[in-house]
C-alpha cells in the first residue's frame, strides 16, 4: 500500500485550501508518518511502512480535517473575484504611482534644474530607461500581471472560469492604461510624465497580442498538472 501524499495535496488545493497550508501539513504528515514507520520497525513489524500509512489515517478523514477549516482556505478559493478582477486594478495604480513617483524624483535629482525646464543635456541612459519604462507600460506591464494571475490559478488549481475573466480584465486594464515619460532631449527642454486612460487605435491588437500570450500558457500548464482520482 502506497498512502497517496499527491493525491491528498492535489484534492486539499481543488478544495480551496491555501498553497502554503497545504506544504506544511503534508510536511507534518511526511515526518509523522516516519516517526510510525520508525516504531512500527522497532517493534518488528513485517511491514513497518504499511503499518504506518495505516495508522496515519484514512485519505478522506485527512482530507477533511483541512478541508473543514474555513480559516484555511485561500483568497482566491473565498473570492475570485477580489484576487482576479480587484488585485489586478490595484497593482497598475500601485505601478503607475511608483514609476511616476521614481521617474520624477530621478529627473529632480539627475538632471540639472532651472524652474521647471533643464539647463542640461538629458544622460543617454536616463533617455533610454524611460523608453524602456514606456514600452513596459504599454506592453509589458499586462503580461507581468497576466503571468501573476496565471501562477495564482495554478497554484490553486482554480477552475478555468476566473483565471480566465482574470486574464481578459488584465489585458483590457494594461491597454487602457496610458502612462508615457517624455524626456527633455536638449537644454531648457520641458520634460513631462503623462497618465490617462483610453481606448486607442491599437487596442484590440494590444489586448490580443496579451491575450494570445497569455491564455495558451495558461491551458499548457493547466493540463501539465497530475490528475486527481478521486
Known amino acids: 500500500m502506497v498512502f497517496p501524499f499527491e493525491r491528498l495535496r492535489e484534492r486539499l488545493l481543488i478544495a480551496g485550501v491555501s498553497p502554503r497550508h497545504v506544504r506544511r501539513y503534508m510536511a507534518e504528515l511526511s515526518d509523522h508518518a516516519a516517526d510510525l514507520e520508525a516504531e512500527a520497525k522497532r517493534a518488528g513489524h ?3 511502512a504499511a503499518r504506518a500509512l495505516q495508522r496515519l489515517g484514512r485519505p478522506d478523514d485527512l482530507a477533511e480535517a483541512m478541508i473543514g477549516r474555513s480559516e484555511l482556505r485561500a483568497w482566491a478559493a473565498r473570492a475570485p473575484w477580489a ?4 488585485a489586478p486594478g490595484l497593482a497598475v495604480a500601485a505601478i503607475d504611482v511608483v514609476t511616476i513617483v521614481g521617474v520624477y524624483v530621478m529627473a529632480k535629482l539627475i538632471l540639472p534644474q532651472a524652474g521647471d525646464h533643464t539647463v542640461g543635456p538629458t544622460p543617454q541612459w536616463f533617455a533610454a530607461l524611460a523608453a524602456a519604462i514606456n514600452l513596459f507600460h504599454a506592453y509589458g506591464m499586462s503580461l507581468l500581471l497576466g503571468a501573476g494571475v496565471i501562477i495564482v490559478a495554478v497554484r490553486q488549481r482554480m477552475p478555468p472560469l476566473w483565471p480566465i475573466v482574470g486574464l481578459i480584465a ?3 486594464l494594461g491597454t487602457i492604461n496610458e502612462l508615457h515619460i517624455q ?5 531648457y527642454q520641458h520634460g513631462e510624465i503623462s497618465l490617462g486612460a483610453g481606448i486607442s487605435a491599437p487596442f484590440a491588437f494590444r489586448a490580443g497580442l496579451d491575450l494570445l500570450l497569455t491564455l495558451p500558457l495558461y491551458f499548457v500548464w493547466r493540463r501539465r498538472l497530475p490528475a486527481l482520482t478521486l
Do not use: D, N, S
Not at 484576487?83 to 480587484?86: H, N, P, T
Open 183 to 187: 524626456v527633455p532631449v536638449a537644454p
Open 46 to 48: 513485517p511491514e513497518p
Open 83 to 86: 484576487v482576479f478582477l480587484l
Open 170 to 172: 488584465v489585458a483590457i
